[in-house]
């Protein structure tokens, strides 16, 4: 991924006024496909390039059935596309916005925890001085 996304704080601030009640379905159903943490090793490991049904089945350790499933899912979403060769299938991402999404999520989840490390350092520093 070499593209660079710039995003205003003015289009943060008013990404609502412009947002009907279909799109928030829309945008509520994608954080419902990134909320199942399989799907997310998926994506993490389609990031590098793209992978057969067995390369994933062997990265993330589950069943075939199963990968399978949440591809098929994915694929459905327009988040991964698919390309067979022969008998092999391979996927790939196909919306980069949920790598971004998911970036943006992480860093926000290591920021928060940070704080509250730092919370509880100070605590335990006071309560014990």
């Given at each position: 991924m070499s593209k660079t996304v710039t995003i205003t704080?003015?289009?943060v601030k008013t990404?609502?006024?412009?947002?009907?009640?279909?799109?928030l379905v829309a945008v509520s159903n994608r954080f419902k496909l990134l909320s199942e943490p399989m799907r997310l090793k998926i994506l993490r490991f389609?990031?590098?390039?793209?992978?057969?049904?067995q390369e994933i089945v062997n990265e993330v350790?589950?069943?075939?059935?199963?990968?399978?499933?949440?591809?098929?899912?994915?694929?459905e979403?327009?988040?991964?596309?698919?390309?067979?060769?022969?008998?092999?299938?391979?996927?790939?991402?196909?919306d980069e916005s949920v790598v971004y999404s998911c970036y943006l999520s992480s860093k926000s989840v290591v920021e928060n925890l940070q704080e509250r490390l730092c919370w509880v350092q100070k605590i335990q520093t006071n309560h014990s001085a």
């Open positions: 704080e003015e289009e990404w609502h006024l412009n947002m009907p009640d279909e799109m389609l990031c590098g390039q793209e992978h057969t049904v350790n589950t069943s075939q059935a199963n990968i399978s499933k949440h591809l098929a899912l994915m694929h979403c327009g988040v991964v596309s698919r390309r067979k060769e022969g008998l092999k299938c391979y996927y790939r991402i196909a």
